[in-house]
């Protein structure tokens, strides 16, 4: 069967998480609270408590405590990075681990790192799931990790063997507990 190139690009939303990725992200946070951009909420790829699909829409209902995303790619990225600023501010959400890429020329980037302390950079390809994918081939684009929240370290610990974990310019020398500034 052929791979429709769109679930190997940015254009697809559905390239699911692999499994190594989400036990780092567990090992960082301990758990996942919620989901707010699922598959499923019957079969989900992430093991959160709580999961919002397409048909919840996620960028509506409240991102309450630790928080994994990994956003629809597309256009419309930057709202789910301004949702979780707000959630973040608003102190419902306390920790996240966004899975997105390296694409730092866009507003969503800078969105997204002015919230996030630390990011990690693969240092292999990363192969996602998703309906139609065959892991075996890789994405066109640079999958990046960041991390958003009061332990940092605990990050860099949980990562260090995806990727190198580098610390947001504008993070540099701020202190995490103070959380958003
Ligand atoms: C990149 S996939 C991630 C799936 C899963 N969270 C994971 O990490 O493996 C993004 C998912 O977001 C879902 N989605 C798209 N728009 C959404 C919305 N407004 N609210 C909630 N989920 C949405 C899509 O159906 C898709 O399954």
Redesign the pocket.
Do not use: I, Q, R
């Given at each position: 069967m052929t791979v429709p190139a769109a679930l190997l690009s940015h254009a697809s939303?559905?390239?699911?998480?692999p499994q190594y990725i989400l036990d780092a992200v567990i090992a960082c946070m301990e758990a996942i609270d919620l989901?707010?951009?699922?598959?499923s909420r019957k079969i989900?790829?992430?093991p959160a408590a709580r999961h919002?699909?397409?048909q919840?829409?996620?960028?509506l209902r409240p991102w309450v405590g630790r928080v994994?995303l990994?956003?629809?790619?597309g256009y419309e990225v930057e709202d789910w990075f301004s949702k979780l600023f707000l959630e973040t501010l608003e102190g419902r959400t306390t920790e996240a681990i966004i899975?997105w890429k390296s694409a730092t020329e866009t507003s969503a980037w800078k969105t997204l790192t002015r919230l996030s302390c630390r990011v990690c950079f693969p240092s292999a390809r990363v192969r996602f799931?998703g309906p139609g994918s065959d892991e075996r081939k890789s994405p066109t684009f640079s999958p990046a990790l960041f991390y958003v929240g009061p332990r940092p370290e605990r990050f860099e610990e949980a990562f260090r063997h995806i990727g190198d974990v580098w610390i947001t310019p504008k993070s540099a020398g701020r202190d995490p507990e103070r959380g958003v500034s």
């Open positions: 939303t559905e390239h699911y998480t989901d707010p951009c699922s598959n989900p790829n992430v919002y699909t397409v919840d829409n996620g960028l994994f990994n956003p629809p790619f899975l799931g």
